[in-house]
């Protein structure tokens, strides 16, 4: 570590932390938009399944099954769950590496001590920052807000749907649960995979 290194990683932390954020924001909200789709066709389902019953139809076991299940990720939802948590990581190692590097200038003096072992710990974390920030930027990221959309697709569900229907549905459905065959979480969850792909 030298001062001269110490001053070319402070100014690429602060740069990949406040370019990161922004990107953070922008895998949220794509991840928001597409998880509110997935909850907006589930609420679908339940009121196409509300309305078979208020016409006296009988729904088939494997719709009401369909309506128990709760958010189903996307092959795209679950890439960005995963590119929001590495950019948490990330974040917070660089965070600690830019604290140690302040620490170490403060304290250096006039005649600093190398301390390989920080320069090197700077340039594995900011490098896999930078990686990361690319690879991102490539897969791109920006749009929608969770909460809001979400809410809105129960709200337009419980606007539309008296709530003795709507207990009638979740009765039902409870029954076709617990009368459905058992599945593994990887076989239901390939099979929504595919459904959604």
Same mark, same amino acid.
């Given at each position: 570590?030298?001062?001269?290194?110490?001053?070319?990683?402070?100014?690429?932390?602060?740069?990949?932390?406040?370019?990161g954020t922004a990107? !953070? +924001?922008?895998?949220?909200?794509? !991840?928001?938009?597409?998880?509110?789709?997935?909850? /907006?066709?589930?609420?679908?389902?339940?009121?196409?399944?509300?309305?078979?019953?208020?016409?006296?139809?009988?729904?088939?076991?494997?719709?009401?099954?369909?309506?128990? #299940?709760?958010?189903?990720?996307?092959?795209?939802?679950?890439?960005?769950?995963?590119? !929001?948590?590495?950019?948490? +990581?990330?974040?917070?190692?660089?965070?600690?590496?830019?604290?140690?590097?302040?620490?170490?200038?403060?304290?250096?003096?006039?005649?600093?001590?190398?301390?390989?072992?920080?320069? /090197?710990?700077?340039?594995?974390?900011?490098?896999?920052?930078?990686?990361?920030?690319? !690879?991102?930027?490539?897969?791109?990221?920006?749009?929608?807000?969770? /909460?809001?959309?979400l809410l809105n697709?129960?709200?337009?569900?419980?606007?539309?749907?008296?709530?003795?229907?709507?207990?009638?549905?979740?009765?039902?459905?409870?029954?076709?649960?617990?009368?459905?065959?058992? /599945?593994?979480?990887?076989? #239901?969850?390939?099979?929504?995979?595919?459904?959604?792909?």
């Amino acid at each position: 570590m030298s001062n001269d290194y110490a001053a070319i990683v402070t100014t690429l932390d602060g740069a990949i932390l406040v370019i990161g954020t922004a990107q !953070f +924001v922008g895998i949220y909200k794509k !991840f928001t938009e597409k998880s509110s789709v997935i909850e /907006r066709e589930k609420f679908a389902h339940r009121g196409r399944l509300v309305e078979a019953l208020q016409r006296g139809e009988e729904p088939d076991a494997a719709d009401l099954v369909a309506a128990r #299940r709760g958010l189903i990720l996307s092959w795209d939802t679950l890439l960005l769950s995963l590119a !929001f948590a590495v950019w948490g +990581v990330l974040a917070g190692a660089v965070a600690i590496v830019q604290v140690q590097v302040l620490r170490w200038a403060a304290t250096a003096g006039e005649n600093p001590d190398p301390d390989p072992e920080l320069a /090197r710990m700077a340039y594995l974390v900011t490098g896999a920052a930078i990686l990361a920030l690319l !690879f991102e930027a490539m897969a791109g990221a920006l749009i929608g807000n969770l /909460r809001y959309l979400l809410l809105n697709a129960a709200r337009d569900y419980r606007d539309r749907y008296s709530s003795e229907a709507r207990r009638e549905l979740e009765e039902k459905v409870k029954e076709a649960v617990r009368q459905a065959p058992r /599945r593994s979480w990887w076989s #239901r969850a390939r099979d929504q995979i595919i459904r959604l792909t």
